[in-house]
């Protein structure tokens, strides 16, 4: 059983609607990924920056000859509650007033409170360090906090004894930033956030200021905060224009492979629903030539057989007037049979391999004469033809006999579409191309009726006829002009047509 062809549009449009939206699910997925990612490395690179400067900075006091000191970090749970402490211990030499009991006494800061341990207190202190990061690792395995709080830690006893240095961190996280694919301008803040306890209202003060120079953020800026102490009071603000340009930039590739893969796709859809249009109107096309066949070989065959009947059974055949009638009638009716029997064996031949030209040397002329004679003869109308061959020996090495038939389609078309008198203007030139050489021009002219332009690109289509609406008094199969630019084509010509409604057509050859 056929499906029919609604049903397989709309199954094709909504396989296609499917591979769309499938196709702009997955990229919208890939882009919110590839953000996400993005947002996550610009965050890793302030952290890194952070850690980085510290290090630097921890280089500086090791070569401070003067003080020598040691910052600790501790983490773990305590009543179920996760903690983290720093502090920060700077020995130093303090001479007391009896210089032969002189002794070194070690200083604890711990926030902003300061006191007094013996060495033996620090032991322990070291032992409650291990013990919270054994507890801290048994029961939260998530070793990118517990990095981030020891960084925390680090940090805030690390700034008792040296204060951040922007103009550091800003050199560093432009070179990571750079690294990423990042290499736009942003501002860099070094803020302080405090109040919001008691009586004392949130503030927050701008510390620093670096970034790239001359760069005002817009309304669409983006803020990304890095608080690297413990308590979150203090913090960098990078701000920046949206990475969405970015990000698009690095999937160009993918949406570009996307979209000739979605263009691909569509062509596809097109052409299968063209051909599948195209099938159905050669079916619809065979199966109208095969009405009007059947009643075109019917009709000269009645008339025939009648005609014969009339001889042999009413005694027509005695009077010769009469039987010269009625031969005539047969002879016309079996050349109307034998011309479409020829076109359709034609039709047939011309696609077999061993089909074969028998190209020689023909008299315009003579065949152009030949012709317009018999098509005066066999015309119903008054018939009046024009020829103009230049020169008149002009010839064409062509296939007799599928020459002649070409010519023949072309004055019998004219003859038909002709209302009442048929005018007839036939051309024969030699000219020269630029793409084939010298050839042959033949045209045919008429002033008959003249084909829509919408309708000119189908009229050498097999089977095709142009729609004359009720009105059927012109015979045709749709085989003739398709035969005329197969044929021509097969000796190495072309084929053109010029018509305009009501003034008629001209149909050009070059072979």
Same mark, same amino acid.
């Given at each position: 059983m056929k499906l029919p062809f609604k049903y397989i549009a709309i199954l094709v449009i909504v396989s296609l609607a499917g591979i769309f939206a499938y196709q702009a699910y997955w990229l919208t997925g890939l882009y919110h990924t590839m953000h996400d990612q993005m947002e996550r490395d610009i965050?890793?690179?302030?952290?890194?920056?952070?850690?980085?400067?510290?290090?630097?900075?921890?280089?500086?006091?090791?070569?401070?000859?003067?003080?020598?000191?040691?910052?600790?970090?501790?983490?773990?749970?305590?009543?179920?509650?996760? =903690?983290? @402490?720093?502090? !920060? &211990?700077?020995?130093?030499?303090?001479?007391?007033?009896? *210089?032969?009991?002189?002794?070194? %006494?070690?200083v604890e800061v711990t926030g902003d409170t300061i006191s007094e341990y013996e060495p033996a207190d620090l032991q322990q202190s070291a032992m409650r360090v291990h013990e919270g990061m054994d507890v801290i690792l048994g029961k939260q395995n998530n070793m990118q906090k517990l990095t981030n709080y020891f960084q925390r830690g680090l940090h805030?006893?690390?700034?008792?004894?040296?204060?951040?240095?922007?103009?550091? =961190?800003? @050199?560093?996280? !432009? &070179?990571?930033?750079?690294?990423?694919?990042?290499?736009? *301008?942003?501002?860099?803040?070094? %803020?302080?956030?405090?109040?919001?306890?008691?009586?004392?209202?949130?503030?927050?003060?701008?510390?620093?200021?670096?970034?790239?120079?001359?760069?005002?953020?817009?309304?669409?800026?983006?803020?990304?905060?890095?608080?690297?102490?413990?308590?979150?009071?203090?913090?960098?603000?990078?701000?920046?224009?949206?990475?969405?340009?970015?990000?698009?930039?690095?999937?160009?590739?993918?949406?570009?492979?996307?979209?000739?893969?979605?263009?691909?796709?569509?062509?596809?859809?097109?052409?299968?629903?063209?051909?599948? %249009?195209?099938?159905?109107?050669?079916?619809e096309m065979k199966s109208d030539f095969t009405n009007n066949i059947t009643h075109e070989l019917k009709t000269p065959i009645a008339v025939a057989y009648a005609a014969n009947d009339a001889l042999l059974n009413f005694n027509q055949a005695e009077e010769k007037t009469q039987r010269d009638k009625y031969l005539r009638i047969c002879q016309e009716q079996l050349q109307r049979l034998s011309r479409l029997v020829e076109q359709i064996l034609s039709m047939s031949m011309e696609r077999r391999r061993t089909f074969r030209l028998h190209p020689e040397e023909l008299s315009l002329q003579e065949i152009v004469e030949r012709l317009v004679e018999q098509h005066k003869l066999k015309a119903g109308k008054p018939v009046h033809t024009s020829t103009d061959i230049e020169p008149q020996d002009l010839t064409v090495l062509a296939d007799r006999t599928h020459f002649s038939n070409i010519l023949s389609n072309l004055l019998d078309n004219a003859i038909k579409y002709s209302n009442g008198e048929a005018e007839i203007d036939i051309r024969c030139r030699r000219i020269a191309t630029m793409e084939q050489g010298e050839q042959t021009e033949i045209s045919v002219s008429d002033r008959g009726i003249g084909i829509a332009p919408e309708k000119l690109k189908h009229i050498f289509d097999k089977f095709y006829r142009v729609p004359t609406g009720n009105l059927h008094d012109v015979k045709g199969y749709g085989l003739g002009l398709f035969y005329v630019k197969t044929m021509i084509e097969k000796h190495g010509g072309s084929v053109s047509v010029k018509s305009e409604l009501g003034k008629g057509s001209t149909f050009t050859i070059r072979i």
């Open positions: 965050t890793e690179a302030m952290r890194m920056s952070d850690y980085n400067e510290m290090m630097i900075r921890v280089e500086k006091l090791r070569n401070d000859s003067i003080k020598e000191g040691t910052v600790s970090v501790s983490a773990g749970y305590d009543n179920d509650k996760s =903690y983290v @402490s720093s502090s !920060t &211990s700077i020995t130093t030499t303090i001479p007391k007033q009896e *210089p032969e009991k002189a002794d070194s %006494l070690i805030s006893g690390l700034d008792v004894v040296l204060n951040p240095d922007l103009a550091i =961190y800003d @050199s560093l996280l !432009t &070179s990571l930033l750079r690294e990423q694919g990042l290499d736009m *301008p942003y501002r860099l803040e070094y %803020l302080y956030a405090g109040g919001g306890s008691g009586n004392v209202l949130p503030y927050t003060d701008t510390l620093s200021v670096k970034g790239t120079e001359g760069y005002t953020p817009s309304a669409q800026a983006v803020q990304y905060d890095y608080a690297f102490n413990l308590h979150g009071s203090q913090l960098y603000r990078l701000t920046i224009e949206p990475v969405t340009a970015i990000v698009l930039r690095q999937m160009s590739g993918i949406l570009a492979t996307s979209f000739i893969i979605l263009v691909i796709l569509s062509f596809s859809f097109w052409f299968l629903i063209r051909t599948i %249009l195209k099938q159905k109107t050669l079916e």
